[in-house]
């Protein structure tokens, strides 16, 4: 079983940066794309940011886009999100995710293996 590990969560104030790891201690996804979603309480899971597999192409959503970051260090098996500029509609449970393919899709169900996801809370 695959698993991905989140970390670097936490509360911040609006105006804020966090930055969020991701990372498959017991498989390497270097050759997937991999996406960050985010999950807010009574809504449905939203993409966030996706990298592929080679770190050579990037997407974000609009809502993010120019405040966060996606990159990965393919050696050590990471995927970050650096996080500037928080807002309190930023707030939500993260969660990394590895695609099925080379890219990283903003659909949810082209990924097969999802970490437990990292809570922020961004304060106003």
């Known amino acids: 079983q695959v698993q991905l590990i989140e970390s670097g969560g936490g509360l911040v104030q609006t105006g804020g940066s966090l930055r969020l790891s991701c990372v498959a201690p017991?498989?390497?996804?270097?050759?997937?794309?991999v996406g960050w979603f985010r999950q807010a309480p009574g809504k449905e899971r939203e993409f966030v940011a996706g990298?592929?597999?080679?770190?050579?192409?990037?997407s974000y959503s609009d809502s993010v886009r120019g405040r966060f970051t996606i990159s990965r260090d393919r050696t050590s098996n990471t995927v970050a999100l650096q996080m500037n500029n928080l807002r309190p509609e930023d707030t939500a449970i993260y969660y990394c995710?590895?695609?099925?393919?080379?890219?990283?899709?903003?659909?949810?169900?082209?990924?097969?293996?999802w970490g437990q996801g990292t809570q922020v809370t961004v304060s106003s």
């Open positions: 017991r498989r390497t996804f270097s050759n997937n794309g």
């Open positions: 995710a590895s695609a099925r393919s080379t890219y990283a899709p903003t659909n949810p169900s082209q990924y097969n293996y």
């Open positions: 990298i592929s597999w080679n770190g050579g192409s990037t």
